[in-house]
């Protein structure tokens, strides 16, 4: 069973940026393409980035594309999004999980820009 433990959220004004860590338990993770995903306040979770097992491939969100930043460490077991040049419509409770959500969600880290 996979666990994912979400960190790195916090507050930031408009234009700021943070570095969300995914750590997730298992020795699978290094076979697994993994995302992130965000959940903003009534509205569906949805995917905004991509990256396959071996880090080689990328793809993202219309909505972030050229802002934020996928990668892994499979070593650690961890998979990061940088995320720049924030905007207030990224607000959201933001989730790593597997391409598909095939694991138990973690609780997510919690992103809010705002001045």
């Known amino acids: 069973q996979v666990q994912l433990v979400e960190s790195g959220g916090g507050l930031v004004q408009p234009g700021g940026s943070l570095k969300l860590s995914c750590v997730a338990s298992?020795?699978?993770?290094?076979?697994?393409?993994m995302g992130w995903y965000r959940q903003a306040p009534g509205k569906q979770r949805e995917l905004v980035a991509l990256?396959?097992?071996?880090?080689?491939?990328?793809n993202y969100a219309d909505s972030v594309k050229g802002r934020f930043t996928i990668s892994r460490d499979n070593a650690k077991n961890t998979v990061y999004l940088q995320m720049n040049s924030l905007k207030p419509e990224d607000t959201a409770v933001y989730y790593c999980n597997s391409r598909g959500g095939r694991y138990d969600w973690g609780q997510g880290t919690q992103v809010t820009v705002s001045s």
């Open positions: 298992g020795s699978i993770f290094s076979w697994t393409a």
């Open positions: 990256i396959t097992n071996d880090g080689g491939t990328t």
